[in-house]
């Protein structure tokens, strides 16, 4: 058992009703970013919390806290419930951060038929649309350490361009080859939105950040849930090209979920390649050139198609 646990944290368990004094404290899972704590509270409550003294950690906080807040309103007990997030007091000349949620007793079985819960309930979610009727989200979220510019776009392709590749490219300049191939590839993917796929796309709230470690089973309810998202109001297909990029989602999961949102022709596999290439330069900028070969080989794929018109 942890012994102490920050006062501002428990001013907020207890605000929101749901106890009125901290229990026991222990440590639960694991983050190279935060330390990650189980709080049971006085009324039987298990809450979960992350805590940081990173120089990010009150924006990647509020970024996840405003995203997992849009999920649970959209469908509730499809994430964590947001309780609380905030600045904690400095500590060794830094100013730490912390976010509550809802702990999630989670189990990462998975069967055929949980598979197609959770892509039907994938796409219960990507029904939830922007109020606005634009593109983005009123925060800047995190997809892992990276900041995600989520401005108010009224149009998708030109905020998929600017606010996701465009700093990619940026970051990774010294790569002049990728780098000129990425400028060849923006001045091309409008090809890929023809104007039946432009009209259908919505401003829908996708996850963000959906690989397979980022959803499981609730043992208490026995559904599929997920978590740590990196949310913003997009197109629903861009949400396919993380859960392809590492795979752990079945033929059972896709298939119910394109039962609810059947794939847009035409160039629908090409623009999934599309939405993939963002997580591969992220991940190439964050991890090195182990990733570079993915990045070109989707690049080249997705120019090739763009010019040709032929997937």
Excluded at 71 to 88: E, V
Excluded at 91 to 116: F, T
Aim: overall charge negative; hydrophobic content about 35%.
């Amino acid at each position: 058992m942890i012994s102490a646990l920050p006062p501002e944290i428990v001013d907020a368990l207890a605000s929101s009703g749901k106890c009125n004094s901290v229990a026991n404290v222990t440590r639960s899972g694991g983050s190279a970013f935060s330390t990650t704590l189980k709080v049971v509270g006085d009324k039987g409550h298990s809450f979960f919390i992350k805590k940081s003294n990173e120089t990010d950690a009150e924006a990647m906080f509020r970024g996840e806290f405003h995203s997992l807040k849009a999920i649970s309103d959209a469908l509730p007990g499809f994430c964590p419930l947001p309780i609380a997030h905030g600045q904690l007091a400095p500590s060794h000349s830094s100013r730490g951060a912390y976010i509550a949620m809802s702990y999630l007793n989670l189990s990462s079985r998975s069967s055929p038929a949980l598979q197609r819960a959770f892509g039907s309930r994938l796409a219960q979610m990507h029904d939830a649309t922007s109020a606005k009727g634009q593109f983005g989200f009123d925060v800047a979220t995190y997809c892992g350490p990276t900041e995600q510019d989520n401005t108010w776009t009224d149009d998708w392709v030109e905020f998929y361009k600017a606010r996701r590749l465009q700093p990619m490219f940026d970051r990774l300049r010294h790569d002049n080859e990728l780098v000129s191939l990425g400028t060849k590839l923006l001045h091309l993917i409008d090809a890929l939105f023809p104007p039946q796929v432009h009209a259908a796309i919505k401003p829908s709230l996708v996850h963000g950040d959906l690989w397979s470690g980022n959803y499981g089973v609730d043992k208490d309810t026995g559904e599929p849930v997920l978590f740590d998202p990196a949310s913003c109001y997009g197109h629903a297909e861009s949400e396919l090209g993380m859960m392809r990029m590492f795979g752990g989602f079945s033929e059972a999961c896709l298939a119910a979920y394109h039962a609810h949102h059947p794939p847009v022709q035409p160039f629908h596999a090409t623009r999934v390649k599309l939405y993939e290439l963002y997580h591969h330069l992220n991940h190439y900028v964050l991890f090195g050139s182990g990733y570079r070969s993915g990045c070109m080989e989707l690049m080249r794929e997705v120019v090739s198609v763009a010019q040709t018109g032929r997937e």
